[in-house]
Protein backbone atom coordinates (compact mmCIF):
# COMPACT_ATOMS: atom_id res chain seq x y z
CA UNK A 1 0.00 0.00 0.00
CA UNK A 2 1.38 3.18 -1.05
CA UNK A 3 0.43 5.34 2.12
CA UNK A 4 2.32 8.49 1.30
CA UNK A 5 0.56 8.90 -2.04
CA UNK A 6 -2.83 8.17 -0.47
CA UNK A 7 -1.90 10.49 3.11
CA UNK A 8 -1.08 13.16 0.54
CA UNK A 9 -4.10 12.86 -1.61
CA UNK A 10 -7.07 12.81 1.42
CA UNK A 11 -4.84 15.19 3.86
CA UNK A 12 -4.20 13.17 6.29
CA UNK A 13 -1.76 10.93 8.12
CA UNK A 14 -3.25 7.77 9.75
CA UNK A 15 -1.57 6.98 13.09
CA UNK A 16 -2.91 3.21 12.24
CA UNK A 17 -1.90 2.12 8.97
CA UNK A 18 -4.21 -0.84 9.13
CA UNK A 19 -7.24 1.10 9.25
CA UNK A 20 -6.08 2.37 5.66
CA UNK A 21 -5.53 -1.38 4.13
CA UNK A 22 -8.87 -2.70 5.03
CA UNK A 23 -10.32 0.55 3.59
CA UNK A 24 -8.98 0.13 0.09
CA UNK A 25 -9.12 -3.94 0.29
CA UNK A 26 -12.07 -4.78 -1.96
CA UNK A 27 -14.03 -8.06 -1.12
CA UNK A 28 -12.34 -9.81 -4.18
CA UNK A 29 -9.44 -9.64 -3.00
CA UNK A 30 -10.35 -9.79 0.87
CA UNK A 31 -12.05 -13.00 0.56
CA UNK A 32 -9.75 -15.47 -1.03
CA UNK A 33 -7.00 -13.93 1.52
CA UNK A 34 -8.76 -14.67 4.32
CA UNK A 35 -8.68 -10.75 5.45
CA UNK A 36 -11.62 -8.56 6.42
CA UNK A 37 -12.91 -6.00 3.39
CA UNK A 38 -13.75 -2.42 2.94
CA UNK A 39 -17.73 -3.29 3.54
CA UNK A 40 -17.82 -2.57 7.69
CA UNK A 41 -16.49 0.56 6.97
CA UNK A 42 -17.92 1.67 4.57
CA UNK A 43 -21.66 0.75 6.63
CA UNK A 44 -19.78 3.17 9.27
CA UNK A 45 -18.91 5.74 6.57
CA UNK A 46 -22.02 5.87 5.20
CA UNK A 47 -23.21 6.93 8.53
CA UNK A 48 -20.96 9.16 9.49
CA UNK A 49 -21.56 10.99 5.96
CA UNK A 50 -25.18 11.46 6.53
CA UNK A 51 -24.94 13.14 9.90
CA UNK A 52 -22.18 15.48 8.95
CA UNK A 53 -24.29 16.46 5.59
CA UNK A 54 -27.57 16.65 7.84
CA UNK A 55 -25.87 18.73 10.34
CA UNK A 56 -24.60 21.24 8.18
CA UNK A 57 -27.52 21.81 5.75
CA UNK A 58 -29.69 22.03 9.50
CA UNK A 59 -26.86 24.75 10.56
CA UNK A 60 -26.21 26.58 7.17
CA UNK A 61 -29.36 26.40 5.34
CA UNK A 62 -31.99 28.33 7.26
CA UNK A 63 -34.16 29.56 4.41
CA UNK A 64 -35.44 25.35 3.48
CA UNK A 65 -37.63 23.43 4.77
CA UNK A 66 -37.51 19.50 5.25
CA UNK A 67 -38.75 18.41 1.88
CA UNK A 68 -36.05 20.63 0.04
CA UNK A 69 -33.02 19.98 2.94
CA UNK A 70 -33.79 15.84 2.00
CA UNK A 71 -33.65 16.39 -1.65
CA UNK A 72 -30.56 18.50 -1.59
CA UNK A 73 -28.77 15.49 1.13
CA UNK A 74 -29.85 12.53 -1.03
CA UNK A 75 -28.35 14.39 -4.05
CA UNK A 76 -25.19 15.44 -2.27
CA UNK A 77 -24.46 11.69 -1.03
CA UNK A 78 -25.11 9.62 -3.66
CA UNK A 79 -23.42 7.22 -5.71
CA UNK A 80 -22.84 9.70 -8.51
CA UNK A 81 -21.09 12.50 -5.85
CA UNK A 82 -19.22 9.85 -4.05
CA UNK A 83 -18.03 7.89 -7.15
CA UNK A 84 -17.17 11.61 -8.99
CA UNK A 85 -14.97 12.54 -5.70
CA UNK A 86 -13.00 9.26 -5.88
CA UNK A 87 -12.18 9.30 -9.25
CA UNK A 88 -11.31 13.15 -9.05
CA UNK A 89 -9.01 12.45 -6.43
CA UNK A 90 -6.92 9.04 -8.36
CA UNK A 91 -8.07 7.10 -5.04
CA UNK A 92 -9.40 4.17 -6.89
CA UNK A 93 -6.18 3.23 -8.71
CA UNK A 94 -5.28 2.48 -4.98
CA UNK A 95 -8.28 0.17 -4.14
CA UNK A 96 -6.74 -3.91 -4.08
CA UNK A 97 -8.59 -6.14 -5.90
CA UNK A 98 -8.57 -9.48 -7.07
CA UNK A 99 -7.43 -9.30 -10.60
CA UNK A 100 -8.14 -13.23 -11.84
CA UNK A 101 -11.93 -13.02 -10.80
CA UNK A 102 -12.99 -10.22 -13.59
CA UNK A 103 -13.67 -7.81 -10.79
CA UNK A 104 -13.79 -4.11 -12.42
CA UNK A 105 -12.52 -0.90 -10.20
CA UNK A 106 -15.01 1.23 -12.49
CA UNK A 107 -17.79 0.64 -10.65
CA UNK A 108 -19.35 3.72 -9.37
CA UNK A 109 -20.81 1.75 -6.62
CA UNK A 110 -17.44 0.90 -5.90
CA UNK A 111 -15.51 3.84 -5.99
CA UNK A 112 -18.77 5.46 -3.94
CA UNK A 113 -18.14 2.77 -0.77
CA UNK A 114 -14.49 3.37 -0.87
CA UNK A 115 -15.40 7.13 0.04
CA UNK A 116 -17.16 6.00 2.63
CA UNK A 117 -14.67 3.29 3.91
CA UNK A 118 -12.21 5.77 4.19
CA UNK A 119 -14.45 8.32 5.47
CA UNK A 120 -14.76 5.51 8.58
CA UNK A 121 -11.24 4.23 8.59
CA UNK A 122 -10.20 8.47 9.01
CA UNK A 123 -12.97 9.13 12.00
CA UNK A 124 -11.85 5.59 13.69
CA UNK A 125 -8.06 6.34 13.39
CA UNK A 126 -8.63 10.19 15.09
CA UNK A 127 -12.79 11.47 16.06
CA UNK A 128 -15.98 12.40 14.98
CA UNK A 129 -14.92 16.08 14.00
CA UNK A 130 -12.01 14.85 11.92
CA UNK A 131 -13.95 12.47 10.10
CA UNK A 132 -16.75 14.80 9.44
CA UNK A 133 -14.22 17.47 7.81
CA UNK A 134 -12.56 15.31 5.89
CA UNK A 135 -16.29 14.32 4.54
CA UNK A 136 -17.50 17.81 4.07
CA UNK A 137 -14.35 19.22 2.68
CA UNK A 138 -15.72 17.09 -0.81
CA UNK A 139 -19.41 17.27 -0.61
CA UNK A 140 -19.78 21.21 0.05
CA UNK A 141 -18.90 21.92 -2.78
CA UNK A 142 -21.33 19.51 -4.58
CA UNK A 143 -24.05 20.94 -1.93
CA UNK A 144 -23.48 24.51 -3.13
CA UNK A 145 -23.64 23.61 -6.60
CA UNK A 146 -27.13 21.44 -6.08
CA UNK A 147 -28.45 24.82 -4.51
CA UNK A 148 -27.42 26.92 -7.61
CA UNK A 149 -28.74 24.78 -9.85
CA UNK A 150 -32.26 25.18 -10.95
CA UNK A 151 -35.19 24.15 -8.14
CA UNK A 152 -32.11 21.71 -7.42
CA UNK A 153 -32.87 20.05 -10.68
CA UNK A 154 -35.71 18.49 -9.38
CA UNK A 155 -36.47 16.01 -11.96
CA UNK A 156 -39.28 14.76 -10.63
CA UNK A 157 -41.47 17.23 -9.81
CA UNK A 158 -40.60 18.10 -13.64
CA UNK A 159 -41.84 14.89 -14.83
CA UNK A 160 -44.45 14.76 -12.86
CA UNK A 161 -45.73 18.29 -14.03
CA UNK A 162 -45.14 17.11 -17.88
CA UNK A 163 -47.27 13.94 -16.89
CA UNK A 164 -49.99 15.78 -15.63
CA UNK A 165 -49.59 18.53 -18.44
CA UNK A 166 -49.93 15.87 -20.89
CA UNK A 167 -52.69 13.93 -19.63
CA UNK A 168 -50.16 11.03 -19.11
CA UNK A 169 -49.83 8.08 -16.65
CA UNK A 170 -47.07 8.23 -14.50
CA UNK A 171 -45.27 5.84 -12.26
CA UNK A 172 -41.81 4.21 -10.80
CA UNK A 173 -41.28 0.28 -11.37
CA UNK A 174 -39.29 -1.62 -9.43
CA UNK A 175 -36.95 -3.73 -11.32
CA UNK A 176 -34.60 -4.95 -8.33
CA UNK A 177 -32.43 -4.87 -5.58
CA UNK A 178 -28.96 -6.18 -5.32
CA UNK A 179 -25.66 -6.22 -3.21
CA UNK A 180 -25.73 -6.73 0.73
CA UNK A 181 -28.21 -5.86 3.08
CA UNK A 182 -26.32 -2.83 4.83
CA UNK A 183 -25.19 -1.75 1.46
CA UNK A 184 -27.95 -2.56 -1.27
CA UNK A 185 -28.44 -1.56 -4.22
CA UNK A 186 -31.56 -0.29 -6.25
CA UNK A 187 -33.27 -0.36 -9.32
CA UNK A 188 -36.46 1.33 -10.53
CA UNK A 189 -37.68 2.77 -14.27
CA UNK A 190 -39.75 5.50 -14.87
CA UNK A 191 -43.07 4.80 -17.00
CA UNK A 192 -45.59 6.76 -18.87
CA UNK A 193 -48.30 5.63 -20.20
CA UNK A 194 -46.56 2.08 -19.42
CA UNK A 195 -43.83 2.87 -21.79
CA UNK A 196 -40.56 2.54 -19.86
CA UNK A 197 -38.55 5.82 -20.38
CA UNK A 198 -35.67 6.17 -18.11
CA UNK A 199 -33.69 3.78 -15.55
CA UNK A 200 -32.22 4.67 -12.45
CA UNK A 201 -30.20 2.94 -9.73
CA UNK A 202 -29.25 4.27 -6.33
CA UNK A 203 -28.30 3.31 -2.44
CA UNK A 204 -32.25 3.59 -1.56
CA UNK A 205 -35.50 3.72 -2.89
CA UNK A 206 -35.84 7.82 -3.28
CA UNK A 207 -32.31 7.74 -5.25
CA UNK A 208 -33.12 5.00 -7.61
CA UNK A 209 -36.25 7.07 -8.34
CA UNK A 210 -34.56 10.43 -8.96
CA UNK A 211 -32.14 8.82 -11.35
CA UNK A 212 -34.57 7.22 -13.42
CA UNK A 213 -37.26 10.75 -13.14
CA UNK A 214 -33.83 12.43 -14.53
CA UNK A 215 -33.13 10.13 -17.26
CA UNK A 216 -36.62 10.22 -18.39
CA UNK A 217 -36.65 13.70 -18.25
CA UNK A 218 -33.94 14.33 -20.12
CA UNK A 219 -34.64 11.46 -23.16
CA UNK A 220 -38.16 13.69 -23.16
CA UNK A 221 -36.12 16.69 -23.41
CA UNK A 222 -34.19 15.09 -26.15
CA UNK A 223 -37.45 14.90 -28.32
CA UNK A 224 -38.92 18.35 -27.29
CA UNK A 225 -40.95 17.27 -24.51
CA UNK A 226 -44.17 17.46 -26.05
CA UNK A 227 -44.41 14.89 -28.95
Do not use: W
Amino acid sequence: MKYDEIEKIIGYVFKDKTLCDTAFRHSSYAYGNGLEDNERLEFFGDAILNYAVTEYLFLNVKNLQEGKLSKIKAKSVSTETLASIVEKLGLNKYLVLNANDGTSNTSKKTHANLFEAVLAAITLDSNVEVGKQFALKYIIPYIKEIMSSDVFDDYKTALQEYAQQYKLVLEYEFISKTGPEHNPEFCFVAKINDKKIGVGKGKNKAEAQYQAAKNAYNVLKDRGLEN
